[in-house]
């Protein structure tokens, strides 16, 4: 499975965007999937997973209330919409997939990774 993370940009605070990330392979549709984030000089922070039905969905609590993850199997593709951003959310996110146990918040979980996509805050 290769993964291809996109949707970054440059905001002002408040506004939201969208990213995606598409995978090739049969197999994503059987994985959760997860975002994780990492600032300059910080370590790379959970954002949310979502399991490979959509059934379950977990959050950071940094994004609780302003992020939303989802999912579409039928494109291979995985969504996360962030609404309300925060100068804080500046960062690159990387998706990941293939959960390799059940802690979901850990990136050392995940086989897959994608490239990352910028997103940049401003106040």
């Known amino acids: 499975v290769q993964l291809q993370a996109s949707g970054g940009g440059s905001v002002p605070a408040g506004d939201s965007l969208r990213l995606s990330c598409r995978a090739s392979?049969?197999?994503?549709?059987?994985?959760?999937v997860a975002w994780f984030r990492q600032a300059p000089g910080k370590e790379r922070e959970f954002v949310a997973s979502i399991r490979w039905d959509g059934a379950i969905t977990i959050y950071g609590d940094s994004v609780k209330g302003r992020f939303t993850i989802a999912r579409d199997n039928a494109k291979n593709t995985a969504y996360l919409q962030m609404n309300s951003l925060k100068p804080e959310d500046t960062a690159v996110y990387y998706c990941a997939s293939q959960a390799l146990g059940t802690d979901y918040r850990r990136a050392t979980t995940y086989g897959y990774w994608g490239q990352g996509t910028l997103v940049t805050v401003s106040s």
């Open positions: 392979g049969r197999a994503f549709k059987n994985y959760t």
